[in-house]
């Protein structure tokens, strides 16, 4: 049996305001658990903003790349809409902080809610090296305060800002009672435990991400943008070399609305050809704790 993983990055205000209402009426109807990681802050920081788009300028004066297919991925004005957009650029509000009733959903209805990132996703995304380690520790502990107050349980995942981690922020993590992180399999600490076998790393658990393009873009994104069909998506993970547990990652402003039917057919095809189980990833976390426990 294979064991599939659904996350979700709330990251913006489409997420958090149009996307994950979306996903969890999905979610009821196809009888799934899913894994949503929220950015309790703001979405961007726009002195970083300015300077990214500046650069980005100076370079596409100088080159022409030519994207690759497996890179390729949806517009922003596509998955934010333009209304977001602008309300983004002007107003910049909290994620998470503003939308608690949203996360209470998640709770209620039996999801897993982890932590993406401290108080700002573009400045932990582009800019984690300027931060300094007390600035990560109260973005991290401040939002985790909130939610475990909230709730009165325990917050165990997280998934950083455009998956970028440095060693400090992991050992963090560990003091603040995180169990584990995830990270594309292809990412920073493959080296140290793998490709796609959840290990133990920096004494967190490393949960790979094994679904998705190359650059971190999303699987089911990348499909929509490349115009392939499901029958394409699902048939290299059945193969005998296939990982039998799958891990498949998004973000509720695309996948838990123009991506949702391509999501959909994707998961459906995937358990009509081989027998899935759809589990969150702190459940899959728990029984590999156990196993490693007995």
Known sequence: MKQLNIQFDIDTLTCIEEGVSRLLLWARREQLKLSFFVNMGRSIDLKLSLKKALFNRLKADHISPVASEKTAKMPIKEKLGLRNVFRTLLLNPKIG????????????????????????????????HLMSSNEVLEGIQSNLDLLECRYGKKIIGFCAPGFVYEDRVLNILKELG??????????????????????????????????????????????????????????????????????????PCFEGINGLDMLTEFVQQLGAEYKTETITTSVGHHCLDRRECE
């Open 97 to 128: 902080a503003n939308n608690l009733r949203i996360l209470d959903t998640i709770i209620e209805e039996g999801h897993e809610l982890g932590l993406h990132g401290g108080n700002n996703h573009a400045l932990w995304q582009h800019g984690l």
């Open 178 to 251: 995180f169990m584990y992180f995830v990270e594309p399999y292809y990412g920073r600490y493959r080296s140290d435990v793998g490709d796609a076998s959840i290990a133990v790393c920096h004494g967190l658990f490393r949960v790979p991400i094994n679904i998705i393009a190359e650059r971190t873009v999303p699987f089911i994104e990348n499909a929509c943008a490349r115009d392939i069909t499901t029958k394409e998506l699902v048939a290299p993970l059945g193969a005998d070399n296939a990982a039998d547990r799958l891990h498949i990652y998004g973000h």
